[in-house]
Structure formats: C-alpha cells, structure tokens
C-alpha cells in the first residue's frame, strides 16, 4: 500500500523531532525549511559576538535526517497554506498532503511598529548574528581611526532592547567583548570604553524567573558594566536613537530582542484563530479546529494545556509538541480520539556571563557558578551533532583559560 503522505513545515526543534519521531513506514514524510540546515538558536547571541563560529551551532538537516529512510528534506519557502485543497504552496513547488504538521515558528516582531526595523537587528537566524558580529567589530576598528571623542563614543554605544534572556545573554556578552576580550588589542582607542545599554519596559529582567533571580541578573550585569534602564518601554526608534522612557540614546547599534510574532504564514490559513501575535489556536490534541488531519507546534501555537498551563515558546515545549503529534499520527488513525498535549516544565536557565548564570527547576533556584556550569552542561547536551557538542566544548574550555574568542574574523560587506 502506497504511505501517507505527512509534510512537516519547518526544520527548527518542533518540526525535525517530529520528523525523526515519524520512523512508521506507513508514513512518507516531507521535511520542509527555506533553509539546508537546523539552527541552535540558543547559542546565536555566541556567534553575534565572536564566540562560536556559525557551523558550530547549525547542522544540515539532510545529515541529521540521512539515516531516516522514510524522510524526504525539501530546501524551499512555504508562502500559503490551502486547507480545502490539502495543499502546500512554496517557491518552487506546491505539494499535497494527508497529514501537515505546521511549525514555522517565529520572526522577530515589533507590537506593530514596524518602521523601526531598518533601524534594528534581530537575533533569530545566522544571518543577523553575522549582521551583529559584523558590526560590532567594525565599530571598534572604525572607532580606532575616529577623529574625535564624541565620534568615537557614538561608535562604541549599542543598545540591547528587551530584558529577556536573549537580551540579557547579548548585553552581557556584549560588555564582556568590549571589557575583557579586546581590552588590550587596540592602540588608539580603549574598548573598556564602550557603552553597552540594555533596555527593558517592565520593572524587572528576566521577568520569568522566580525569587531574586531578576535581582541578581541586573546587579550582576550593572557589575560587569552593562548600563540597564528598567520601566523604559520603547517610544521611538530611527537612524541612530532609541527614546526609551525619558532618555534618548545616540547608538551605533540597536540589537532587537524585545519580541517575537508568528511566521507570517499562519496568515494565511482561512477560518483559523489566531491570537494577536499570528499564533495559531490548536485544539489541545494540537490539531487545528475543524483539519484533524493538520496540526501546529512550537512557538507559532497559542495554547493552554490540558493542566491549565500557558505553554511558552521556548525548545523544550516545541520538541515536545513535536513529538506528540508524530505519536497522534502514526497510533490513532483519523476519527479517533486522541490525547491532549500536556507542557513538562524543565525548568528555565539564562547565563548572564563569565561563571554567573541563572537558573530555575523543580521549585529550586540557582544562581552564580554552579547555575553557569549547569547551563554550560545542559547547552551542550542539547546541541545537535557529536561534532558540534565536542567543538563547542574545546572552543569554551579554551576561551575560559585564555580569556580570547575565536570568531573574530569580519566578514562580508558593511552596511554602510
Ligand atoms: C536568540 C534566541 C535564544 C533562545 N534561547 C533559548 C533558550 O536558551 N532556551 C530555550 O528553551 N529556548 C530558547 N529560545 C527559543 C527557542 O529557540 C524556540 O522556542 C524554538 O526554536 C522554537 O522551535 P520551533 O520549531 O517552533 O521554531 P524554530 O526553531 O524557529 O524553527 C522554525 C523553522 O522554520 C523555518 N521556516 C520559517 N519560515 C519558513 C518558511 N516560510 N518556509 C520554510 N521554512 C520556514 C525556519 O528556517 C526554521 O528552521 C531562543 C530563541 C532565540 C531566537
């Protein structure tokens, strides 16, 4: 009997563990990304700032996938979604399908202002963290040949937004590139001299975490030498400023970790409910009302599960979702009744810098260096591909001894 035929919209963490989850060989399944590889994107804000090099944190997804006889991997960009016609349309191709799993996940959003995107970068995929590294390293070696101190200090001032974990893993990554790695490779300038501000609208970073947590990352960074504004919502953004709260802030670069909205895809899928972000409202089995044969996952699925619980867009959620609804397909056939997703919260950690990390699980709070080695451990463990795992290892020991980064090579073209 010819298999079905499952499409799977998405390489990111949702759609590859619910393709490797599919082994069935009643199934054939079509993996479908607009790009060759999968992305660890909880190690971008290393590659934006010289870090890990980009194929430390990214993996074809053909490599990934070549044992998995049963998956095809497709290379092209979805544009619509017609559910009567159980059709994909892309670029190049339009396929049919029996079952589509949808997990597109998110771009970088701006709460409907989005005029101020030439303005920014966001950190969602290589090529912005490239776009940041790039800058920021020009910045400094423009800085060197500055002709004046307010030329150079306009040059050396960049603004991290939003005072979640990528904003709070960025700024102080930043400070620690300005302040400790490039401290004495200059001659007419002093990179300890650079500003780095992060900025947050509510009262507190990493509003997420429990206990003193938020307390101790924003005493933690201002120590290192980040500059940080709470209560300052963002009100204007343009070639060079931010207005945040009261202040206006001349900078060079304006780094945009302040949210995300779902792919624009979701857009187009007719009758569907959608929340104010373009996230889809699943059913708690995750398929979409009305299409058992369609379903959603990640960070593009607005839902509250089965025990109550908003499940967040964070990795471990979207592999999750993954691989239940490869568990949906391939054990109950369509009208069947099937059992609802439920989150399992691991727990969240963010490193703040050198030996200080936080970290909240299991009702525990850690702080300091034994939350870093545990987020040291735990990225490591995630990471995909044994190579990727023992290169990011020695590229860190190494860093940690010799205090240097490895990736500082600038490459490609200035914006300006
Ligand atoms: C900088 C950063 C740091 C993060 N840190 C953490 C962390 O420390 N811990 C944590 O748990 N989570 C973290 N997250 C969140 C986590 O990465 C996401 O929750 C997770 O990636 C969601 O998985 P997903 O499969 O839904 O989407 P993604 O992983 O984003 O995958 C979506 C895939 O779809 C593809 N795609 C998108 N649009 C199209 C299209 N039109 N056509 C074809 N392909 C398309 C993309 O190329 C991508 O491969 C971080 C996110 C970012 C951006």
């Given amino acids: ?63 990934i996938l070549s044992e998995h006889k049963n998956v095809t991997t497709l290379m092209d960009q979805v544009t619509r979604i017609d559910l009567e016609a159980k059709q994909v349309h892309m670029k190049e191709h339009v396929l049919p399908y029996d079952y589509l799993v949808i997990a597109l996940g998110a771009k970088t959003g701006f709460f409907g202002h989005n005029e101020w995107e030439p303005y920014t970068i966001g950190l969602k995929s290589l090529d912005d963290a490239m776009r940041i590294r790039r800058e920021v390293l020009l910045a400094f070696e423009k800085a060197e040949s500055a002709n004046t101190p307010a030329e150079t200090e306009k040059l050396l001032t960049m603004v991290v937004v939003g005072g979640g974990p990528t904003g709070v893993e960025m700024a102080g990554s930043l400070v620690e590139l300005a302040r400790v790695v490039l ?65 206006r802030i001349q900078a ?33 089995d995750l398929s979409l009302p009305g299409y058992p044969e369609v379903f959603a996952a990640g960070d593009l699925v607005s839902l509250t599960d089965k025990n109550g619980v908003r499940v967040p867009g964070v990795s471990p959620a979207a592999i999750q979702m993954g691989q239940h609804i490869a568990k949906n397909i391939q054990e109950y056939p369509l009208g069947q009744i099937r059992p609802d ?30 939350a870093w080695l545990m987020w040291l451990f735990v990225h490591l463990i995630f990471l995909v591909g044994m190579k990727n795992r023992a290169s990011v290892f020695i590229h860190w020991t190494w860093s940690y001894f010799t205090w240097k980064r490895g990736a500082r090579i600038i490459l490609g073209k200035s914006e300006d």
């Fill in 341 to 370: 997703y439920a989150y399992w919260d691991k727990g969240s950690m963010a490193t703040i810098g050198r030996k200080a990390a936080v970290a909240s699980f299991a009702g525990m709070q850690v702080k300091g260096f034994l």
């Fill in 1 to 63: 009997m010819k298999p079905l035929e499952v499409i799977v919209l998405g390489g990111g963490f949702a759609g590859l563990s619910c393709a490797k989850a599919l082994t069935d060989p009643r199934f054939h399944v079509t993996l479908v990304d607009r790009w060759n590889h999968h992305l660890f994107q909880p190690l971008l804000y290393q590659v934006a700032s010289a870090g890990l090099s980009t194929t430390e944190i990214a993996q074809p997804l053909r490599a």
């Fill in 252 to 284: 060079n670069i304006i780094i945009w970790a302040a949210g995300v909205e779902a792919s624009e895809v979701t857009r187009t899928l007719a009758g569907i409910p959608l929340d104010r972000g373009g996230r889809i409202q699943v059913k708690p």
């Fill in 183 to 247: 401290k004495h490779d200059f001659r007419r300038i002093d990179p300890t001299q650079a500003h780095v501000h992060l900025i947050e609208a509510g009262p507190k970073l990493l509003p997420m975490f429990p206990g003193d947590l938020p307390d101790y990352t924003a005493t933690r960074l201002t120590s290192m030498g980040v500059q940080v504004h709470l209560n300052c919502p963002v009100k204007e953004v343009g070639p060079g400023f931010v207005v945040a709260g009261d202040q």
